[in-house]
């Protein structure tokens, strides 16, 4: 059986294990919040009292943590995932983060000869909970399809996407239409309900139309009814903008509508939203419009 240690038991990182779990995995798991630990323990799971320890006698190692700075601290911090891994271990990054850290997870993996991929995910908890994720991978291809079998428990679109780094600059470019998505949808949203006009029934018929999308399916209905929990969090897609805009800068090219996006959920992040979903980009179009 092959062993997962599993690192960061989170909205999504929890939901994944789980999966893992059920499809006959052995998990070993490790997160700071002892009720994340307790739900692992609960479905099958082995707890881990360090990374470590999850990461010792694990065939395969994930991470999903928040940013780049706890994914620095739990792979090169003392104890962490290439101190503790064995050679040969296959180590992949499931976490939204810069490119330039899974490029160094990789350099620095590969002198210790642990196999590194990033493969951030989109999809959100649902996505995560039913196994059905987009997962945007980066690395080796002979890596990529020693991963398969993880892989394909996890997501339904599963796609090599280049070399190291490059799953974090697809998943950019996703966090950039996911963004500017909501911000639309928003926007329709105030203006439908500023005419007397029923948002809930106008969404219905854009979601039958070429306005239709994912993000209109699952969540017209919590944003018309101002449901916020999350989700995804405001924070975190702050997080993403600021990637999307290094890796923009980088590539030297201009980005007008992501820059506005951007500046809208900073906008969110400082009206004391961040920890809200991020379809409460609506109440920033909201005030915009003195609602
Ligand atoms: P989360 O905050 O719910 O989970 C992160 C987990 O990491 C927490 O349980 C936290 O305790 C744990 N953690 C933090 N530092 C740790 C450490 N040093 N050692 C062990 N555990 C530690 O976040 P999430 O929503 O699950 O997102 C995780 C990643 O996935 C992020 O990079 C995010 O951008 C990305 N993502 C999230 C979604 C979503 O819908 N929530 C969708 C796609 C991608």
Do not use: C, W
């Not at 009292?49 to 911090?77: C, K, W, Y």
């Not at 290439?82 to 002198?111: C, F, H, N, W």
């Not at 991978?137 to 991963?147: C, I, K, N, R």
């Not at 999307?244 to 959920?265: F, K, N, T, Y």
């Amino acid at each position: 059986m092959t062993t997962i240690g599993f690192v960061g038991l989170g909205i999504m990182g929890s939901p994944m294990a789980s999966n893992l779990l059920r499809a006959g995995f052995d998990v070993v798991g490790f997160d700071l919040v002892a009720s994340s630990l307790e739900r692992l323990a609960a479905e099958g799971g082995t707890v881990a009292t360090s990374v470590a320890r999850a990461t010792a006698e694990a065939d395969v190692v994930i991470t999903m943590l928040p940013n780049h700075p706890q994914v620095e601290a739990v792979a090169f911090g003392d104890g962490g995932v290439l101190e503790s891994a064995k050679p040969g271990t296959l180590y992949v990054d499931m976490s939204s983060i810069r490119p330039q850290t899974s490029r160094r997870i990789a350099e620095e993996g590969t002198a210790k000869g642990v196999r590194v991929l990033d493969a951030p995910v989109s999809g959100g908890e649902q996505g995560a909970i039913d196994g059905v994720l987009s997962i945007m991978v980066g690395g080796p291809a002979e890596d990529f399809a020693a991963a398969a079998p993880v892989f394909d428990v996890l997501g339904k679109t599963v796609v090599h996407v280049g070399p190291h780094g490059a799953g974090q600059t697809v998943k950019a470019a996703n966090q950039l239409v996911v963004g500017g998505t909501y911000a639309l949808v928003a926007e329709a949203i105030v203006l439908l309900e500023a005419s007397g006009l029923d948002a809930g029934v106008g969404l219905d018929v854009l979601a039958g139309g070429l306005a239709a999308s994912r993000i209109l399916d699952l969540k017209r209905e919590s944003m018309v009814a101002r449901r916020f929990a999350p989700g995804f969090r405001i924070d975190l897609h702050h997080k993403d903008m600021g990637i999307v805009l290094d890796a923009a800068r980088e590539a030297e090219v201009a980005l007008p509508v992501g820059g506005l996006v951007a500046q809208l959920i900073a906008s969110a992040r400082a009206s004391g939203h961040g920890s809200l979903d991020h379809s409460a980009l609506l109440k920033v179009a909201e005030s915009l419009s003195g609602k």
